[in-house]
């Protein structure tokens, strides 16, 4: 499975974007799939995370009530939608395949990963 992940660019402190994830193979749909985020110098979190029918939503402390993670499983797509966005959300973001239908918030249960697009939030 390939992921792509896009929508991200150079935003002001306040404003939206919007994040896709598409896969190459609509066989995503039976598995939970999440983002990350890794910014410089740090370790990659866990951003939000989607189970497999798109049920059962996660999301970190520190995003939460700000973005809001959906999938398209006709399209094998999933997205973030991004509000408020801070400073502090500067970051490559990564979207990732769960190894089951379950959403994970571990970076380790996640077997495929995207490639990444860069988010940055200027104050």
């Known amino acids: 499975v390939q992921l792509q992940a896009s929508g991200g660019g150079l935003v002001q402190a306040g404003d939206s974007l919007s994040l896709s994830c598409a896969a190459s193979d609509r066989t995503v749909r039976r598995y939970g799939m999440g983002w990350f985020r890794q910014a410089p110098g740090k370790e990659r979190e866990f951003v939000a995370a989607v189970s497999r029918s798109g049920d059962f939503t996660y999301y970190a402390d520190s995003v939460k009530g700000r973005f809001t993670i959906s999938r398209d499983n006709d399209r094998g797509t999933m997205y973030l939608q991004m509000n408020s966005l801070k400073p502090e959300d500067t970051a490559v973001y990564y979207c990732?395949?769960?190894?089951?239908?379950?959403?994970?918030?571990?970076?380790?249960?996640?077997?495929?990963w995207g490639q990444g697009t860069l988010v940055t939030v200027s104050s």
């Open positions: 990732a395949v769960s190894r089951n239908s379950v959403a994970y918030t571990l970076p380790s249960a996640y077997l495929y």
